[in-house]
DNA sequence: GCGGACTGCTTACCT
DNA sequence: ACAGGTAAGCAGTCCGCG
């Protein structure tokens, strides 16, 4: 069969959906005239839907969201969503590409290899020339090609990778191979006319064009080559992708258990769906032990926009999700992979449900669904450079409630009962409100995640699938390797790259860590009136673009190279060809720089075109920020430790040298840290020469990050406060702010930031220092006659491991997550234990088991002091010298 | 047997 | 599984003390 769209149809559904809703559907329909040719005539509410066949269809516009191998057609396929009916359509690869892996023998040496002639997925060989960039040469290689991907590796045993001596490429999964070399831009719009799938051309608006032009006028061709690339995939506009987010519940005999998917033996009660077509609809399982009567599909009054459909049978209520999950293109989930998905498959098996009814497909880490795409929130959240540099850090439990609050404003309902015990009502409200918070996520900002997650997959090349799953390092690894592919660039094997530059020269100052990293400059302890902080915007993507860093070019293998050497290492670095990491990370530093981190400032643009450009600028800066990490961390594909090390020695010899030239120019550097250096009272005309220097001796852009009316620095590194001139504060590293401080201690410490917000010269601080004196004084009497409530007294830490993994100490959190799980409360890696500390033979208790009375005193007034102190010392002022007297006569019984 | 000096572990932060 | 550098508090150990 040539033509090879097929759409997947469901005809029952959308009846049935149109006839239920009042509200006007908002999908047009119009493709379904041509669709309905397939459509199977069965009994829709027995056989799920599948395949009907391949249909000869037209799309107009529809963009790649995913592309996943068919194990049964073996080829590649790919899930578009199309623009025009909000439907993924599937189109299967019409070019017979297949697996392969690069060997370096000969057709003639491989066929020696009797093992990998006999193998059964053995197709055969072609002769490939590829360019080897760590050797510099051109090298001649034989593609080995097989039947389908397992047969290049995967399996245990006898895969060809491991038959021949040494295999290039073999590593790389073949959906992702597919992508490199049939070129598929992912998350960018494409046609099909009689099912040929043709890329519809997307050129930048002119003045958008001529613009980028003269920004990189003075950089080579394919510097300016690159930088049109990734202009043309982040120009292009997304579609409004609609999805449905899903939640169930379980009626757990356990409570305190969460219910195991795999085994899934209790029923699923309740399943909700929040739309972003504006449907929520929750269904209902009749259950023996609720006396209520089940609320009918009229609604229920506390739910009036739900749509509420009871069910006698379990088996009816899953098929019935089944056929909403296969109404909408993507399922948003919070941590659908390893619960909501995987309970609901494997329920459904132990329901007697047939594999080929179940729309969900489970692999070993994660749930996808056969047709649409399953989008888990979970795990997008839970990475971490998406916590610390998309959303700075304003969620800290990956939790659907702690990010629901942080980001929302709303949380998860708090549940009286368990779930088994609760009434139809409040279970219904329960689980919508998940559905809700987990849409909400996704529709808050304009789209924001909707929209990030395309960008990223679109300058990654990666599957929305993958990408939400995945961390930077894949999607850096994809990104080079696309490139590699591009260029007829054979991917180096990580054994080679290690050999020749697997070890690191410098001495790093944390034991354990494999090489040198940033400097940190000795604050000068005090209050400084008018510091004007000067960063290195990106500074290691900076360092990586201008010092032409990458694997093959660091320690490259030419001998008049060896005269470019690197300060504070014995490495040099080549200065015959361009690094193709240097190249990639070094035009999207300058496009976030240089235009898109401009642009989203702009004013009088269009409030989505500025919206759009801030998505991009912050996706530039998530994978920014990893660039230069990843050449350090092992598992990376291209480990390069020289790479890694180098950038961090040329980012302390740029901030030493600046700080040097600062000096000579006779400004006084106060403070800095990797690549920041604060002034004391700069003159404008010095910072202006300053800058000048670093671009001319440096090539590296200095610019002014903000300016504080005052800073205050104790003798402590990464720990100081920066009051701007309007009086809001920059706080770093001080302990009051700290998640797991007190919040009793938080408060009166914030009390004193306001106090010395309002300080606008030397003189205004003797008055502060009055007011904070008299702040602590009154904390100290409340902590005395405890009237601070044990959540206030709480400090929250994580633990980051299972009690048992505590081995070598045992921790105060720890102490009190043993005392929970004494009560039956279940601990687990990730929470936060709060407990507050008492007197007693353990020292500390769990707040839900703890009281007032056995607080101790003592240790807490020790805690506010030291964390007073830390601001205190740099004021001269000592709490200690004096509440000396007062502190003693607060104790004194009586 | 006990307290201070010390080291190592753990967490949370900064860039 | 992006990196290294810093602070703080506590757990555990060693050593001296007649």
């Known amino acids: 069969m040539s033509t090879s769209l097929y759409a997947f149809l469901k005809g029952k559904e959308d009846r049935e959906t149109q006839d239920s809703s009042p509200k006007p559907y908002a999908e047009p329909r119009e493709f379904s005239s041509q669709a309905k040719e397939g459509e199977g005539k069965g009994d829709e509410a027995k056989e799920s839907p599948k395949p009907e066949g391949y249909l000869s269809?037209?799309?107009?516009?529809?963009?790649?969201?995913?592309?996943?191998?068919?194990?049964?057609?073996?080829?590649?396929?790919?899930?578009?969503?199309?623009?025009?009916?909000?439907?993924?359509?599937?189109?299967?690869?019409?070019?017979?590409?297949?697996?392969?892996?690069?060997?370096?023998?000969?057709?003639?040496?491989?066929?020696?290899?009797?093992?990998?002639?006999?193998?059964?997925?053995?197709?055969?060989?072609?002769?490939?020339?590829?360019?080897?960039?760590?050797?510099d040469q051109e090298r001649t290689m034989t593609k080995i090609v097989a039947s389908d991907p397992l047969a290049i590796g995967g399996r245990p045993t006898g895969c060809i990778r491991d038959i021949i001596p040494k295999a290039w490429e073999a590593e790389i999964k073949y959906h992702e191979c597919y992508i490199f070399d049939r070129d598929i831009a992912v998350g960018m719009p494409y046609k099909i006319e009689d099912g040929k799938l043709i890329k519809i051309d997307f050129k930048p608006p002119p003045e958008v064009e001529k613009s980028i032009e003269s920004l990189f006028k003075d950089e080579s061709e394919e510097f300016k080559d690159m930088a049109r690339r990734w202009v043309e995939l982040l120009e292009c506009p997304v579609p409004s992708l609609r999805r449905a987010a899903l939640d169930i519940e379980v009626a757990s005999t356990v409570p305190t258990r969460v219910p195991n998917p795999r085994e899934a033996k209790e029923p699923i009660v309740a399943v909700a769906f929040?739309?972003?077509?504006?449907?929520?609809?929750?269904?209902?399982?009749?259950?023996?032990n609720v006396?209520?009567?089940?609320?009918?599909?009229?609604?229920?009054?506390?739910?009036?926009?739900?749509?509420?459909?009871?069910?006698?049978?379990?088996?009816?209520?899953?098929?019935?999700?089944?056929?909403?999950?296969?109404?909408?293109?993507?399922?948003?989930?919070?941590?659908?992979?390893?619960?909501?998905?995987?309970?609901?498959?494997?329920?459904a098996l132990n329901l007697g449900f047939d594999r080929k009814e179940i729309p969900i497909v489970m692999g070993r880490e994660s749930a996808s669904l056969r047709h649409g795409i399953h989008l888990d929130l979970y795990k997008f959240f839970f990475n971490r450079s998406i916590q610390v540099y998309a959303f700075s850090q304003k969620y800290r439990e990956v939790t659907l409630d702690d990010v629901g609050a942080s980001l929302l404003g709303v949380g998860k309902m708090e549940l009286e009962k368990p779930i088994s015990e609760l009434d139809y009502e409040s279970l219904a409200t329960y689980c919508l409100q998940d559905a809700d918070i987990t849409l909400s996520l996704t529709t808050m900002d304009e789209d924001l995640i909707?929209?990030?997650?395309?960008?990223?997959?679109?300058?990654?090349?990666?599957?929305?699938?993958?990408?939400?799953?995945?961390?930077?390092?894949?999607?850096?690894?994809?990104?080079i390797s696309y490139e590699h592919r591009r260029r007829g660039w054979l991917i180096p094997r990580s054994e080679d790259l290690l050999e020749v530059k697997g070890f690191t020269a410098t001495k790093a100052i944390i034991e354990g860590k494999k090489y040198r990293g940033a400097e940190v400059i000795e604050p000068e302890p005090g209050a400084h009136f008018n510091v004007s902080v000067l960063d290195f915007q990106s500074m290691y993507p900076s360092i990586i673009r201008r010092y032409n860093l990458s694997y093959e070019t660091v320690r490259c293998p030419h001998p008049e190279c060896q005269k470019n050497t690197i300060p504070g290492t014995p490495h040099w670095v080549c200065g015959r060809r361009r690094g193709i990491s240097s190249l990639v990370i070094g035009s999207l530093r300058d496009l976030r720089v240089r235009w898109y981190k401009s642009r989203a400032k702009e004013k009088g643009l269009p409030k989505a075109l500025a919206n759009w450009y801030g998505v991009i600028s912050n996706s530039l800066k998530v994978v920014l920020n990893a660039a230069y990490g990843v050449f350090g961390a092992e598992s990376f594909f291209l480990y390069c430790p020289p790479v890694a090390e180098a950038t961090a020695s040329i980012g302390r010899y740029a901030i030493i040298e600046t700080i040097r030239q600062a000096q000579a120019i006779g400004m006084k550097v106060v403070y800095g840290d990797t690549d920041s250096i604060f002034l004391k009272a700069p003159e404008a005309s010095k910072i202006e020469k300053l800058m000048d220097w670093s671009v001319e001796r440096l090539g590296m852009e200095l610019d002014i990050d903000k300016v504080y009316r005052y800073a205050v620095f104790s003798s402590r590194k990464k720990n100081y406060?920066?009051?701007?001139?309007?009086?809001?504060?920059?706080?770093?590293?001080?302990?009051?702010?700290?998640?797991?401080?007190?919040?009793?201690?938080?408060?009166?410490?914030?009390?004193?930031?306001?106090?010395?917000?309002?300080?606008?010269?030397?003189?205004?601080?003797?008055?502060?220092?009055?007011?904070?004196?008299?702040?602590?004084?009154?904390?100290?009497?409340?902590?005395?006659?405890?009237?601070?409530?044990?959540?206030?007294?709480?400090?929250?830490?994580?633990?980051?491991?299972?009690?048992?993994?505590?081995?070598?100490?045992?921790?105060?959190?720890?102490?009190?997550?043993?005392?929970?799980?004494?009560?039956?409360?279940?601990?687990?890696?990730?929470?936060?234990?709060?407990?507050?500390?008492?007197?007693?033979?353990?020292?500390?208790?769990?707040?839900?088991?703890?009281?007032?009375?056995?607080?101790?005193?003592?240790?807490?007034?020790?805690?506010?002091?030291?964390?007073?102190?830390?601001?205190?010392?740099?004021?001269?002022?000592?709490?200690?010298?004096?509440?000396?007297?007062?502190?003693?006569?607060?104790?004194?019984?009586?």
């Open 57 to 135: 269809l037209n799309l107009a516009r529809a963009y790649v969201l995913s592309v996943a191998y068919d194990g049964e057609g073996k080829r590649a396929f790919l899930k578009l969503y199309n623009e025009a009916d909000h439907r993924i359509y599937l189109w299967f690869d019409d070019s017979g590409h297949k697996p392969y892996c690069l060997s370096d023998l000969t057709p003639k040496e491989l066929e020696g290899i009797s093992a990998l002639m006999n193998h059964p997925g053995f197709v055969g060989f072609d002769v490939v020339k590829k360019y080897d960039a760590l050797a």
């Open 274 to 288: 929040s739309a972003s077509d504006g449907r929520r609809r929750i269904l209902l399982l009749r259950r023996s």
């Open 291 to 347: 006396k209520a009567p089940l609320p009918m599909s009229i609604g229920m009054p506390s739910l009036p926009e739900a749509e509420v459909e009871a069910f006698e049978s379990e088996v009816d209520m899953i098929r019935r999700t089944f056929q909403i999950i296969e109404d909408y293109p993507i399922i948003l989930t919070f941590n659908g992979d390893d619960f909501d998905l995987s309970y609901l498959y494997h329920r």
């Open 450 to 479: 909707m929209k990030l997650i395309i960008v990223l997959a679109r300058i990654s090349h990666t599957t929305i699938e993958d990408l939400s799953r995945q961390g930077v390092s894949t999607w850096l690894r994809n990104m």
């Open 721 to 894: 406060l920066g009051v701007f001139q309007d009086g809001s504060v920059d706080i770093k590293g001080l302990t009051g702010k700290k998640r797991n401080t007190p919040l009793f201690l938080q408060k009166a410490f914030f009390d004193m930031i306001r106090i010395l917000s309002e300080v606008k010269s030397a003189e205004e601080f003797d008055e502060a220092k009055e007011r904070i004196t008299e702040l602590v004084k009154t904390c100290y009497t409340k902590l005395k006659n405890r009237q601070y409530s044990l959540e206030e007294l709480a400090f929250n830490i994580m633990m980051s491991r299972a009690i048992e993994g505590y081995v070598k100490t045992k921790p105060q959190h720890i102490k009190a997550a043993e005392l929970l799980a004494q009560k039956g409360i279940e601990v687990t890696a990730g929470d936060i234990i709060s407990f507050v500390k008492v007197v007693g033979p353990t020292g500390v208790k769990p707040v839900q088991l703890a009281s007032i009375k056995e607080i101790d005193v003592e240790k807490y007034v020790g805690y506010v002091e030291s964390t007073f102190q830390q601001v205190l010392d740099a004021l001269d002022i000592d709490l200690k010298e004096i509440l000396g007297a007062t502190r003693l006569e607060f104790f004194m019984p009586g």
